[in-house]
């Protein structure tokens, strides 16, 4: 049986934490050898997360950081870091997803790898930038 979407943006944002991991550690890496250690079967959904956010992260910290107070995206310990790029990739490029679904989704996730805090903010900037793009 395939898997969830919820459960391919577990993926994916495993995926883009092992490439942070791997970048910040200078340490070769090939995506799509990443792609195929996470998944069973390939999956362009996970694909699309993965290749998107690393695409369009400059714009898309950018953006995170603009609707921050007083903190910044790099701030954020790594993972909250990458559910909240893989929310804001999904707001703003995947338009299969409805945007309400992909602050929940965001928010699912926050819930189940960082701490209320980073939970809070995840969802505070996913709001603003829904309401204001």
Same mark, same amino acid.
């Given at each position: ?42 999956? #362009? ?8 956010? +690393?695409?369009?992260?400059? @714009?898309?910290? %950018? =953006?995170?950081? $603009? &609707? ?21 990739? #999904? ?8 945007? +309400?679904?992909?602050?929940? @989704?965001?928010? %699912? =996730?926050?819930? $189940? &790898? ?20």
């Amino acid at each position: 049986m395939g898997k969830t979407r919820s459960e391919l943006r577990e993926k994916a944002m495993i995926i883009l934490y092992q490439i942070d991991i791997m970048k910040e550690q200078k340490i070769e890496y090939n995506i799509e050898e990443l792609i195929k250690d996470n998944l069973e079967i390939d999956n #362009e959904f996970v694909r699309d997360l993965v290749y998107g956010v +690393i695409t369009h992260e400059e @714009e898309i910290d %950018e =953006l995170a950081n $603009k &609707y921050m107070r007083n903190w910044t995206i790099d701030r954020i310990d790594k993972t909250g870091a990458q559910i909240l790029r893989i929310g804001i990739f #999904e707001l703003l490029y995947e338009k299969d997803t409805p945007n +309400i679904v992909a602050i929940n @989704e965001a928010i %699912e =996730l926050s819930k $189940k &790898y960082s701490d209320d805090k980073v939970r809070k903010m995840i969802n505070a900037v996913l709001d603003k930038i829904n309401n204001n793009n």
